[in-house]
């Protein structure tokens, strides 16, 4: 029968597993593979597993019970083994990066930053800050049929939105990344924003706190860019 594997512990860790429920439509009892001075959280899957949302709550439930005790490395969704010794194979060869993992993490949590920005408001600030582009745009306004004025005007917009962009990114990272012990930028995800800066951030739990005030303080003065602090995670990141 395969197994789902959730995440991996140092073997002394307390796997309070008790009320949790396991993914699939008739989820087995979660328990630990144990071997090489770790653990492996599993449970059995008797289906092909599928992002629904039952089962990435049930993902997500035992990582954050697992890491209010302890260390973890969670594994992203989705990860199965064949069988037990398969499970017991890795953690005995992987022993050595697992704990040097488990090591780094000690004592951290993962947070996510977002910024974004809408293509309205967005679009409103080229206009005003470039002249070229308000030239062109003026022109396309007022009927010119030039049929490379619109081509012109959206490799111009393109470009100003990239090194927006990026000086976005440099803000975060020059605001927020001092607090934390490594930091990981991520592709933005087309949600229907012009301009979005992810940034995922390992803070020690002796900095949340002055992390999570610089966030508030970001936020306050983000002006048209929507700024989101998430955590503290599960280190997904930095696994």
Do not use: W
Request: proline share 6%; aromatic share 4%; with cysteine.
């Amino acid at each position: 029968m395969a197994l789902y594997v959730y995440s991996i512990v140092a073997a002394e860790h307390p796997c309070r597993l008790e009320g949790l429920k396991g993914i699939g439509a008739e989820p087995g009892p979660l328990r630990t593979v144990a071997a090489a001075g770790l653990r492996a959280v599993v449970s059995d899957v008797h289906e092909a597993v599928r992002p629904a949302r039952r089962d990435l709550t049930a993902h997500q439930a035992v990582q954050e019970r697992l890491m209010a005790d302890g260390t973890v490395l969670p594994l992203r969704f989705g990860y199965t083994a064949p069988d037990e010794a398969t499970v017991t194979a890795a953690l005995e060869e992987g022993a050595a990066a697992y704990g040097a993992a488990l090591d780094r993490l000690q004592g951290c949590a993962e947070f996510h930053v977002k910024a974004s920005r809408d293509e309205e408001s967005l679009l409103r600030e080229i206009l005003t800050d470039s002249a070229q582009a308000r030239l062109l745009n003026e022109r396309i306004r007022a009927g010119d049929t030039d049929p490379r004025l619109p081509l012109q005007l959206g490799e111009l917009v393109a470009a100003e939105v990239h090194g927006r962009q990026e000086a976005l990114a440099a803000d975060l990272v020059r605001e927020l990344v001092p607090f934390a012990r490594a930091h990981a930028a991520h592709p933005p995800v087309e949600d229907g924003k012009a301009l979005a800066v992810s940034l995922s951030l390992l803070v020690a739990d002796d900095r949340q706190e002055q992390f999570r005030k610089a966030g508030a303080e970001l936020t306050e003065r983000a002006g048209d860019t929507d700024v989101r602090v998430t955590g503290p995670l599960p280190p997904y990141s930095f696994v």
